[in-house]
């Protein structure tokens, strides 16, 4: 865990404000009730352990950052937890509020500290084949 946030916290934040914060759960009950409530977090109850992504207004460099600077924290997670053959899953929380409110109080998050996504974390049970994603009409040279 240390490690997979280690690559967390190396990622670009405007101004280098870093306003993020990682709370690592491995209680089962925890991960169960936030399966309960999340549409999306069922995986939650098969996975071990989780890492919530936290973003803290008063680092941030100013308004509207820390979502952007807690997306590359977490987009640097997932992808450590794959180099490292480990099965992780972005669960968003932000800017759902009734998903963030849930999570303040169930995580007695300060006023200041707002959950932004949820890395559930494990083992893979398969191994899926990727999709094909590359749209070369998305691409543009100097002008759209």
């Given amino acids: 865990m240390e490690d997979l946030i280690h690559y967390g916290m190396m990622a670009p934040s405007a101004c280098n404000k870093q306003p993020w914060h ?12 936030i399966a309960d409530f999340h549409p999306n ?25 820390w979502p952007v600077d807690c997306s590359a924290a977490t987009q640097n997670i997932l992808l450590a937890a794959h180099a490292k053959g480990l099965g992780a899953c972005w669960v968003g929380i932000y800017p759902r509020e009734e998903r963030v409110s849930t999570m303040k109080r169930l995580m007695d ?27 070369e009409s998305r691409i543009h040279l100097n002008t759209w």
């Fill in 41 to 65: 977090g069922k995986m939650l109850k098969n996975t071990s352990s989780a890492i919530l992504v936290c973003g803290d207004e008063v680092k941030a460099h100013d308004k509207g950052y």
């Fill in 109 to 135: 998050l300060p006023e200041h500290i707002h959950a932004f996504s949820m890395i559930a974390l494990g083992y893979p049970a398969e191994t899926p084949i990727s999709p094909k994603r590359f749209v």
């Fill in 22 to 33: 990682f709370i690592i759960i491995k209680s089962r009950e925890i991960l169960d009730e």
